[in-house]
């Protein structure tokens, strides 16, 4: 896998996450996982065809999606993760990928996404294709938040 | 044209005159007009229009919050902002709160007319995508699964989903991208799945990851079929798949997005399959 291809998805985290709200924007692992990988909490999948295809996948655990849903509705309190958290992380998921897409598009890849699509859940397997998964840990205000990638 | 036409929204009455001429002279139906948000929302309620031009600059508001407040109202009116000034944050601003089109000032007749019209036509195909996917989907999952398995496969009545989804134990997900971007999902249990892998492979699976693998390609044939169907019938549609995630784990719940999907429960030999497929009509001729 190209690691050309994914510094729009961290450029795109740096962009994104201070116009929410967030100002303290980190870095943290980069790995590479063979087949799946597995989470338990909130899962937002971007499908991507043009240039290049794939798929992105959002994971965070349930106590952070709580905290950025919080975060994006003007820090109101969130006790339970409901229609309106759910909405909030889908479009979070949208508007990263969204940016990303610009990104590429500023060095000539071309790329469309599809909408994503929010899930939630107990050891979730994840499987993209048959390709290999590239997983990047990032942190907004020490929230983790985990951007999955996978190219064919 | 549609009937229930346009309103134009400008707080300089000669701006007024100058886009009612345009749209009128081609034919356009403009119902009502308005200088300020007061008279935008009552000449909106009452005129119900399929289309308003925004002005940036009103007296006691802006064409953001005016469009946001037509939006409460009736959140299918598409809105075309012209303004006089254009800048990127501007431009980013109006996608924000779903303006659907920008026309800077001095308003160029050519250029406003063919911007309702693009509105019209995806429209238009909007609306055929929209009555025909889900009868293409089923019929291209009944038909994949009646080739490769050689069985009978039947379907109950469509149903809206407006509530989150539970998972059986297997999720494929398949994102659409086209001039209407969308998802399509079949879930099954994993009794289900093991049992309709080997049917297709007329033996039983190596091992669990075969199913899995079998089950993406299943859906990816499935939903890539469907999208050609539809593209034959209609070209503009653009319809692509992007590469199958195969999900599977305990208390799976998938939640609506945030534009209509229909689910479909499938009967086979195999047990049962739920297909789940929508597409989203956006704010597509900002592409």
Known sequence: MDVNNINPFMESFNLVMPQLGFSNIKKGNLSVKDKEITNTGVIMLVGIVGDIKG??????????????????MMDMPVEE????????????????????????????????????????GDNVSLKIGSGKILCIQ??????????????? | MKDNGIVIIDDSPFSVAII???????????????????????????????????DMTLPDTDGFECTRSIHKI???IRVIMISSMMDDEIVKESKRNKIIDFIQKPVDGDELIAAVEKILK????????????????IESLLDCIGVMTKTQVNHQEAYLQTKDFNSSGITVVIGIIGLFPGRMFIDLSKETAGKLVA???????K?????????????????????????RQNRALGLRIAPPLILHGDNIVISPPDFDTITTLIETDFGDITLNVGFKRGDETWM
């Open chain 2, 199 to 205: 049917a297709i492979l007329s033996k039983e699976p």
């Open chain 1, 55 to 72: 798929n992105v996948a959002y994971s965070l655990d349930m106590d952070s999606a709580k905290k950025v849903a919080s975060k994006m």
């Open chain 1, 138 to 152: 990032l942190f907004a205000d020490d929230i983790p938040i985990d951007i999955n990638i996978s190219f064919d």
């Open chain 2, 122 to 137: 995806a429209d238009e195909l909007y609306t055929f995508l929209d009555d025909k996917y889900n009868e293409i989907f």
């Open chain 2, 74 to 76: 009736d959140d299918s």
């Open chain 2, 207 to 231: 091992d669990y990851n075969e199913v899995l693998l079998g089950l993406g390609e299943l859906a990816n044939i499935i939903s890539g079929n469907a999208s050609s169907m539809l593209n």
């Open chain 1, 81 to 120: 993760f409901g229609e309106m958290e759910k909405s909030a992380l889908a479009e979070l998921s949208n508007m990263l990928t969204a940016s990303a897409v610009t990104i590429f598009s500023s060095s000539e890849v071309f790329i469309d996404i599809s909408t994503p699509t929010l899930l939630q």
């Open chain 2, 20 to 54: 009612r001429n345009i749209l009128e002279e081609e034919g356009f139906n403009v119902v009502g007009e308005a200088n300020s948000l007061e008279e935008a929302l009552e000449v909106i309620t009452k005129t119900k229009p399929y289309l308003v031009t925004m």
